[in-house]
């Protein structure tokens, strides 16, 4: 009689001749190519040059003074006015402003001055509507210490002499030592720089060689 076939290898039924057995050990088996991994590092990179970027930007509007001064010298005189008389300060940082309304301050003041800022600076700034706000607006501070300023003038003896002479007058403008000090410095700076330059000029015209 003729010899029994071979069993099979263990592990799974006989396959069709040359193909090989389905779980079976040893069998060749397929694998997916590995997909790449991205580090991330050309995006974080960009990310924190940006944001670097944006804090070199910022750094130089330390206090919302420096906001004011921005808007002023835009000379946006209608947005500094809102701002001055119709924004209760009640967060700042660089990039960032929170504030109560005035009653009677316009409704798109925080886009507004939001979008102003980010226009000059170049970086985004966030502007948000606060409730609960109580600081004095600048206008109220401003006169407040003009009230001040007339209280103290007023105890000057030349002063007083002069509205017990003239009953109706009135104070148009105080001014302190510091106030008056500092505006003659900035009015004296561009004679300084003329003078400079006419002083430039005859030195420019004057050769040694001609005296001789």
């Known amino acids: 009689p ?4 071979a069993p099979g290898p263990s ?3 006989r396959g069709p001749a040359g193909a090989p057995s389905g779980g079976g050990a040893g069998g060749p088996s397929a694998r997916m190519p590995a997909a790449p991994i991205g580090t991330g590092s050309t995006g974080g990179a960009t990310a924190t040059a940006l944001a670097a970027e944006a804090q070199s930007a910022l750094a130089r509007y330390a206090t919302f003074d420096d906001v004011l001064a921005l808007i002023g010298a835009r000379r946006d005189v209608a947005l500094l006015l809102e701002v001055e ?3 209760r300060l009640a967060r700042y940082r660089p990039g960032q402003i929170e504030f109560t309304p005035t009653e009677d301050a316009a409704p798109d003041l925080a886009q507004r001055l939001a979008a102003r800022l980010q226009s000059w600076t170049g ?3 966030g502007v948000t ?5 109580t600081a004095p607006t600048v206008a109220e501070r401003q006169g407040a210490r003009r009230r001040a300023l007339e209280a103290r003038a007023m105890e000057h003896p030349t002063v007083r002499a002069v509205f017990e002479a003239f009953p109706k007058a009135r104070i148009a403008e105080v001014r302190t030592a510091d106030e ?5 410095r900035a009015a004296a700076l561009p004679e300084a720089a003329e003078a400079g330059d006419e002083g430039d000029a005859a030195g420019d015209d004057w050769d040694p060689f001609e005296e001789g």
């Open 85 to 87: 008389q119709g924004l």
């Open 129 to 133: 509507v606060v409730q609960g706000a």
């Open 2 to 5: 003729p010899p029994a076939p």
């Open 11 to 13: 592990g799974g039924g």
């Open 180 to 184: 008056i000090a500092a505006e003659a």
């Open 123 to 125: 970086v985004r700034w």
